[in-house]
């Protein structure tokens, strides 16, 4: 059961900066309540002109300049049939660009069939540029994942695990050490630009708070100041945390690189066992800067490996030569 | 898997109390148990992941649980909503 997002929903984002829409609603406000169903958008010059063919109804239809002036010709030489045809066809909403305004005619029309009408300031293409952005998160795919979500020296580090095995006292003391908590316990997980994982708080309304057994909840905006916290981070990396199985073999070499996929996007993916005595966050933080290291093009573990090779190499080579020599 | 839907019948919805008692219920058990509601899911022995939920007066919930014990950690668990996690 999917929440339908409506154009009142699109009025309330709540972005900022270079991502605010500057949207209002200037008529046809009973439709405010209308669906959205696709982050496709369309500019409706050929519907003006009469041809509605493949009519991209279900979009968000942009009047930028051109169609603003051709709205207003059709107006003044009262041909309305068109706009009427446009408005029948249930689109969810008309927005004007560069401040414009709509005329009389075409409002009291959009008011008629309870189209909202909406205005931006912004120029077309930085609009559309914004709203596609917008609407892409808005659809993106997306998941609430039972995980802490920390930032950890620029790394996003998604801490997967059971109840109870500490991964909330994990990241606690990864943020005692310098680093940032995303989300803790409830992470929403959504895939943008294709292959791209974002994880933030499942409530972004609620701010940072954990829960720490013995403690309850506490805020840590509060106890460790607003270096220590961030709203969304990519996740790109995940480890596990797990009781030490010694049943289990855990991987000892490190060379072989394993993946988890979530939603589709395959990130690099570690087990880390704990028990007693094992420090998982310095682990995790190790973790994170080997995983630095691996983008820069360094893996440790395999630049290890073939030093032995070249070792064992150059030891055949001195045995072969020895041999021949005589001088075993 | 057995999913059962639930109402939230006390006026002040589930906060942090009430959260705190699920969880508790839940961690009594070995099932794995999940709340949906609306298009959201999350395991029912997370304080925070209930919580997030914001589950208001009158809101339903459907639990779901998986596991050996899974009869008894659904029964006790709609108990609690059905006492109103003894508030008003």
Known sequence: ?328 | MIEKEVTVRNRAGIHARPAALIVQTASQYAAHIEFKKDHETINAKSIMGIITLGASYNSSITIAADGEDEEEAVESLVRLFENRFEED
């Open chain 1, 1 to 328: 059961m999917e929440e339908q997002f409506t154009v009142l929903d699109l009025l309330d984002l709540d972005l900022k900066e270079h991502n605010d829409l500057g949207l209002t609603c200037v008529g046809g406000r009973q439709g405010l309540l209308r669906a959205i169903t696709t982050p496709d958008l369309n500019r409706p010059g050929l519907a003006l002109n009469g041809f509605f063919d493949n009519f991209g109804s279900d979009r968000l239809q942009i009047f930028g300049r051109g169609e603003h002036a051709f709205v207003d010709k059709l107006t003044r030489e009262g041909v309305l049939d068109n706009i009427q045809e446009l408005f029948s066809r249930d689109i969810p909403a008309c927005i004007f660009t560069h401040g414009l305004a709509p005329p009389a005619e075409f409002q009291s029309i959009a008011d008629e069939a309870g189209c909202p009408i909406l205005q931006t300031e912004l120029v077309t293409s930085e609009f559309v540029m914004r709203l596609i952005r917008a609407l892409g998160n808005v659809f993106a795919a997306r998941e609430t994942i039972h995980a802490t979500l920390v930032e950890v020296f620029g790394i996003g580090v998604l801490i997967l695990g059971d109840s109870g095995v500490g991964k909330s006292e994990t990241a606690l003391e990864l943020i005692e050490r310098g680093h940032r908590l995303v989300a803790d316990d409830a992470v929403e997980v959504r895939r943008v630009a294709g292959n791209i994982l974002l994880g933030q708080g499942a409530n972004p309304a609620l701010g940072h708070h954990m829960e720490i057994r013995g403690l309850g909840i506490i805020n840590i905006t509060h106890l460790f100041g607003v270096g220590s916290i961030r709203d969304d981070k990519q996740i790109q990396l995940i480890c596990q945390l797990e009781v030490w199985d010694s049943q289990k073999a855990y991987d000892r070499i490190g060379a072989e690189e394993r993946t988890l996929e979530i939603l589709g996007v395959a990130t690099p993916y570690l087990e880390i066992p704990v028990k007693p005595g094992r420090n998982i966050p310095i682990i995790i933080e190790t973790a994170a800067m080997n995983e630095r290291l691996k983008k820069m093009g360094y893996y440790s573990a395999r630049e290890f490996n073939q030093n032995i090779m070249r070792w064992l190499d150059s030891e055949n080579a001195r045995k072969a030569y020895l041999q021949k020599k005589g001088i075993t």
